[in-house]
């Protein structure tokens, strides 16, 4: 099926928001260039890839689609300053802001998992922003060195190539109100992974604003971005239950970040133990349809843009439909570009009950 027309320019775009799409770096070598030349064709304006432990390095990816593309952003979301150097996270960024001509952002978050591989994560918020501090110096030729509580810099220290650009944006992946001032005082965007939740904008907003404040700019220079599984499919039915399996397995995470979703201890409780048991699907079955909504978007065409446009409405930056996508993540891909875009980018969808 073809896409809708695409603007080259990002003037183009609608103001109000950007469309994304979210990749898990689990794929072979050709499929995301075909995956990313398909979503540039459709319109989208953002490609991402998880930085998930035990994935690819997303570095692969991205250098992949950044040849395939001409358009689009693209960036990790998110990497992390405890199992990669801030000197390798800038030669990263730098490397796919050369080869995508200017078109990169980096993603910072404290990471997930990583006492799986035997590394501890103190600090969390201290060691994002001296990261960011050591990365952009390096960017910029900043040889006046830097002494941190974590990391420090020598004086005369500086990358041995040229950037192509000293500052390529930077978002922040974070739930909590510590994170989020961070990104309120640094950051271009915050991420809320795993949330459709148009209830979490104002939140965030609100949480945001404290270090907006203390950065001297306005909260709203700070975009908000919301992302979550996205299963699509014409039978929606099968679409939800699908989802409803992938959000089993992160609801015991996600249900205790969000502090307005009020989801029932003891669900969350016996959805973790099936997820434990191996029980994947009886676990997602215990899923009611106003839970999996707020942390998936899943259903037909009209179902996702629908909550798409919730958030939108809400004042989002940035929606980005994730991993899987649809039954298959290229006709996942298609779906969302072909049916879900083209209601985005024309009059605001209704809310469906």
């Not at 709203?220 to 599984?229: H, N």
């Not at 995470?253 to 969000?258: E, G, R």
């Not at 290229?330 to 875009?341: R, S, Y």
Request: net charge negative; hydrophobic share 45%; aromatic share 6%.
């Amino acid at each position: 099926m073809a896409c809708p027309a695409a603007g080259n320019d990002r003037e183009d775009r609608p103001a109000r928001a950007e469309i994304g799409l979210g990749l898990q770096s689990d794929k072979p070598a050709g499929t995301y260039a075909r995956l990313a030349r398909r979503a540039e064709e459709c319109g989208f304006d953002v490609l991402t890839v998880f930085g998930d432990l035990m994935y690819q390095p997303p570095i692969f990816p991205l250098l992949e689609m950044a040849a395939a593309t001409e358009r689009v952003r693209l960036g990790p979301a998110c990497l992390n300053p405890y199992s990669m150097a801030p000197y390798e996270i800038a030669g990263q960024v730098a490397a796919l802001d050369l080869a995508s001509a200017g078109r990169a952002y980096l993603g910072l978050a404290r990471g997930t998992w990583l006492g799986a591989v035997g590394i501890a994560q103190p600090r969390p918020v201290v060691a994002l922003r001296e990261c960011a501090e050591v990365v952009y110096r390096l960017l910029r030729g900043d040889t006046g060195g830097f002494t941190g509580e974590v990391f420090t810099l020598a004086a005369g220290t500086a990358l041995r190539y040229r950037v192509h650009r000293p500052d390529p944006p930077l978002l922040v992946g974070a739930w909590g109100e510590r994170g989020a001032a961070l990104a309120g005082r640094i950051a271009a965007e915050i991420k809320v992974g795993g949330s459709a939740n148009p209830a979490m904008v104002p939140v965030i907003r609100e949480r945001l604003r404290a270090g907006a404040a203390r950065a001297g700019r306005p909260v709203e220079d700070v975009g908000i971005v919301l992302g979550a599984v996205t299963v699509v499919d014409r039978d929606g039915e099968a679409a939800r239950a699908h989802a409803r399996t992938e959000v089993a397995m992160y609801l015991a995470v996600v249900a205790d970040l969000d502090p307005t979703a009020g989801v029932p201890a003891d669900l969350v409780a016996r959805v973790t133990a099936l997820v434990d048991a191996g029980e994947h699907a009886a676990a997602g079955r215990l899923i009611p349809d106003d839970v999996l909504d707020m942390f998936a978007f899943a259903g037909t065409p009209e179902q996702v843009a629908a909550r798409a446009q919730a958030l939108i409405d809400a004042g989002v930056r940035r929606v980005e439909f994730g991993t899987p996508h649809g039954l298959t993540d290229g006709g996942g891909v298609d779906l969302l570009g072909t049916a879900v875009l083209p209601l985005l980018r024309r009059e605001p969808v209704e809310v469906l009950s």
